[in-house]
T-cell receptor, first 110, second 115 residues
Framework: DGGITQSPKYLFRKEGQNVTLSCEQN?????MYWYRQDPGQGLRLIYY???????QKGDIAEGYSVSREKKESFPLTVTSAQKNPTAFYLC?????????FGSGTRLTVV | QKEVEQDPGPLSVPEGAIVSLNCTYS??????FMWYRQYSRKGPELLMY????GNKEDGRFTAQVDKSSKYISLFIRDSQPSDSATYLC???????????????FGTGTKLQVIP
């Protein structure tokens, strides 16, 4: 089955640590995205990538970093510079138009 | 003012009712309109994807777009308990930097269908 796989499903981070969230897709989509979802705020775009080796900042990129070395993979690193990282993170991809989403990673700072 | 406004609910209806979910928007540049369903602790799944004004039907779901009023709706007929979820509207427009469709999401409406 084609789809988007996010791992891990749950992640706990100590303050001051960097953590990396995995996103892999086998849909052969060119574009990939990372969103953050908080209660009452909807989805906010962190980073997006339209082609391999290229990515752009979204609306809330501060404290995050990404790479796009392969078409299938778009990992997100939440750095210690992100002051409020506890949230639900969603990865998505698209060929034309609507996003297809993964099942999400819930990150909690402890 | 937010580009996309959506009532968060919650909306509770009895099983079998017709459900109407709505979003308004302020930017006339939006070209594509979508509805997603999101179950708790899951990623959103695409329900409907439309381009022009008018209606689009898929089974029990009908999406309606009125560009003149900047208003979109999703109707669910014969609602079922399994329809209980959060429904997100979304719309896209060309980004200011070009070459990319920027998608803006509503905050979602939580729906509960009571057996």
């Amino acid at each position: 089955d084609g789809g988007i796989t996010q791992s891990p499903k749950y992640l706990f981070r100590k303050e001051g640590q960097n953590v990396t969230l995995s996103c892999e897709q086998n849909l052969n989509h060119d574009a990939m995205y990372w969103y953050r979802q908080d209660p009452g705020q909807g989805l906010r775009l962190i980073y997006y990538s339209q082609i391999v080796n290229d990515f752009q900042k979204g609306d809330i990129a501060e404290g995050y970093s990404v790479s796009r070395e392969k078409k299938e993979s778009f990992p997100l690193t939440v750095t210690s510079a992100q002051k409020n990282p506890t949230a639900f993170y969603l990865c998505a991809s698209s060929k034309q138009g609507a996003n297809t989403f993964g099942s999400g990673t819930r990150l909690t700072v402890v | 003012q937010k580009e996309v406004e959506q009532d968060p609910g919650p909306l509770s209806v009895p099983e079998g009712a017709i459900v109407s979910l709505n979003c308004t928007y302020s930017n006339s540049a939006f070209q594509y309109f979508m509805w997603y369903r999101q179950y708790s602790r899951k990623g959103p799944e695409l329900l409907m994807y439309t381009y022009s004004s008018g209606n689009k039907e898929d089974g029990r779901f009908t999406a309606q777009v009125d560009k003149s009023s900047k208003y979109i709706s999703l109707f669910i007929r014969d609602s079922q308990p399994s329809d209980s979820a959060t429904y997100l509207c979304a719309m896209s427009r060309p980004s200011n930097s070009g070459g990319y469709q920027k998608v803006t999401f509503g905050t979602g409406t939580k729906l509960q269908v009571i057996p």
